[in-house]
């Protein structure tokens, strides 16, 4: 009825083989990965409370003045115990993972550059939650729309974010393929250099090559200003690219000449500057870049 988390089992490959044999078969298999230094830290350094059973790490997590007396450390965590418990994690899990990787997220579980505990506690609960839906539902399938300016950019770095999902932009792919030089893209290289538009049905094999590559059948998609037309949107269709969300940023059109004429550019990172609702930090101004089309008539 409520379904289960089976937490550090199996260990090894002849037991995850054993488990399969047995009928029991899973969704999602998450792996925290943290260097050595990082868990002998925190291994080191966790205390017990008796009563509630809680953990806590004397450096991240501090307990309470009033629990403090009845904290115990246990025997076994110190750093040459847990130095020899790490050298039979590493000797198995590589098999282990192996075993599990066409469903296996693996999630950066120490605390990035400038994250203190709760902002990293945080981000890894946010990621364990993604693997685990995308286990049980499969890879998420997008596609977000949007006038220019209606903030489709800053909403896929959130999606991306938050769902650690693959972004596609055709015009990336289209680059991409181009700079490559294959064969979809010297196909495309002649129109572009000719000045006629690139055909709907080039773009769509490019965006299925694009869709077709492990991080995408693993992460799920995002589909960035595409289709645009009703033709496009079809032919998608009919090529078998399907997705389970269509996301329209329904904005005025007053609303959007705002933000599109005090819109600048960084050249150096590519980051966009609203600058009444986003303004650049002082010493990036210089450098900033306004879009020639960038105007009210364009």
């Not at 995850?16 to 868990?39: M, R, Y």
Request: hydrophobic content about 35%; some cysteine.
């Amino acid at each position: 009825q409520r379904g289960w988390l089976l937490d550090g089992f199996p260990r090894t490959a002849e037991q995850a083989e054993a488990l399969k044999k047995s009928g029991v078969v899973a969704q999602s298999f998450v792996l925290l990965d943290v260097p050595d230094e990082s868990l002998v830290e925190r291994i080191c350094l966790r205390r017990t409370d008796p009563v509630t059973g809680k953990i806590y790490h004397l450096k991240f997590n501090p307990p309470p003045a009033e629990v403090v007396d009845r904290l115990q450390h246990r025997s076994d965590d110190n750093e040459a115990a847990l130095r020899s418990r790490l050298g039979q994690y590493h000797k198995n899990v590589a098999a282990v993972t192996n075993f599990y990787k066409p469903i296996m997220t693996v999630i950066q579980g120490d605390a990035e550059k400038g994250e203190d505990f709760k902002r990293s506690k945080a981000r890894v609960e946010r990621a364990v939650t993604t693997a685990i839906d995308k286990g049980i539902f499969g890879p998420p399938r997008i596609i977000i729309s949007g006038a220019p300016g209606s903030g489709k950019g800053t909403q896929c770095e959130t999606l991306k974010s938050t769902l650690d999902v693959v972004h596609i932009s055709t015009g990336d792919v289209l680059r991409d393929n181009v700079k490559a030089g294959t064969e979809l893209g010297r196909k495309a290289k002649e129109f572009m250099d000719s000045g006629r538009l690139v055909p709907d049905e080039l773009i769509i094999d490019l965006v299925k090559g694009r869709l077709a590559q492990d991080d995408v059948k693993q992460r799920g998609w995002l589909l960035d200003g595409f289709p645009r037309t009703a033709e496009q949107a079809e032919a998608l269709k009919k090529s078998g690219v399907v997705a389970q969300s269509f996301v329209l940023l329904d904005v005025p059109d007053e609303s959007l000449v705002e933000r599109i004429c005090l819109r600048r550019t960084d050249p150096v990172t590519g980051k966009i500057y609203p600058l009444k609702f986003n303004p650049p930090p002082a010493e990036v101004v210089d450098r900033l870049q306004h879009r020639s089309d960038d105007n009210e008539a364009a």
